[in-house]
């Protein structure tokens, strides 16, 4: 089915990518937040649009849970979110859905939200292949999306799920743009010493067996956990704090090598 009011609404951005994961609690939120705020210190106008509509984590990790206003420009400085979180009445609704439904919502939020002009829109998806997924992927499909960023952690259980999630790109013909490889570590903050708590290396390994590239790896950091679990209320300024942060400077080169891929 043809879909021309998505391809409309979306005109006036520039690079429209899926954030996934095989296996959840691998980071994919987290990551998603990540490239977002390193985007956006960058100066690239950035949007996150959350589709988790059962786990929308997103508006909690920028600090808007509660909130209305969804989006905040400062300078040359632009960030806006949209989730499902914004529309339930309160954090621990729960959404329970068939797949008809969510595939409504997911349409609606791609042709009624108004982003203005952007560089990216990242879009955070569930954790494997579901009906998210496919709604997506299948609304998107004549405005053609960039890609997808694939988020594991190195071990072989998340990796087996990877292999499967980079199967399913390939299906429905969305490029793999690259894999980042998270929890990779972690370095003492005392000593420095880098303990790989879940192995290290995996996902480098399986995106050269699978002839995607591999975008970066981050380490486990208990600065990131705060942030994310204690986020300032101005939208913006976890911006200036994250740019602080260790794993901003990874960052940062996983969104150069994103680029180079885009
Ligand atoms: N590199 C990291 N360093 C420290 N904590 C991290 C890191 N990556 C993720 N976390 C933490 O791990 C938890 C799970 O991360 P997150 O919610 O992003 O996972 P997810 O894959 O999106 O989960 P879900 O399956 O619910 O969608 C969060 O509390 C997050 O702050
Ligand atoms: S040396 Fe080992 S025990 Fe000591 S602070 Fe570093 S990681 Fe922790």
Redesign the pocket.
């Known amino acids: 089915m043809s879909h021309p009011e998505v391809g409309e609404r979306l005109a006036s951005i520039k690079h429209v990518v899926l954030v996934l ?1 095989g ?11 990540q490239l977002a705020l390193s985007l956006a210190s960058q100066g690239r106008k950035v949007g996150v649009l959350d589709i ?1 509509l059962c ?1 929308p ?1 997103i508006p909690r ?1 920028l600090g808007l849970d509660g909130q209305q206003i969804h989006q905040a420009t400062a300078g040359w400085k632009r960030l806006a979110c949209m989730s499902i979180g914004f529309l339930l009445p309160d954090k621990n609704a729960s959404v329970v859905w068939r797949g008809p439904k969510k595939n409504a919502m997911i349409k609606q939020f791609l042709t009624d939200v108004y982003w203005g002009d952007l560089d990216y829109l990242l879009i ?1 998806t ?2 494997g292949t579901s009906d998210e997924h496919l709604a997506v992927v299948e609304y998107l499909q004549e405005w053609s999306p960039d890609g997808a960023v694939i ?1 594991t952690t190195p071990q072989a259980v998340a990796l087996t799920d990877v292999k499967k999630e980079i199967n399913f790109c390939h299906k429905v013909g969305l490029p793999v743009l690259g894999l980042i490889e ?2 990779s570590g972690f370095v003492c903050p005392h000593c420095s010493e880098c303990t790989n708590v879940f192995s290290t290396g995996g996902g480098e390994g399986l995106a050269g067996h699978m002839e995607i590239p591999f975008l970066g790896r ?5 600065n ?2 705060m942030l ?2 204690r986020p300032s209320k101005r939208l913006l300024s976890i911006v200036e704090t994250y740019e602080r942060c260790e ?1 901003s400077k990874i960052f940062k080169g996983i969104c150069e090598r994103l680029d180079e891929a885009l």
Not at 218 to 222: L, T
């Open positions: 994961s296996k959840g609690g691998v980071g994919k939120s987290s990551c998603t937040v988790d786990g984590s990790m955070d569930p954790p988020i998270n929890m981050a380490p486990i950091d208990p990131l956990v994310l679990e794993l």
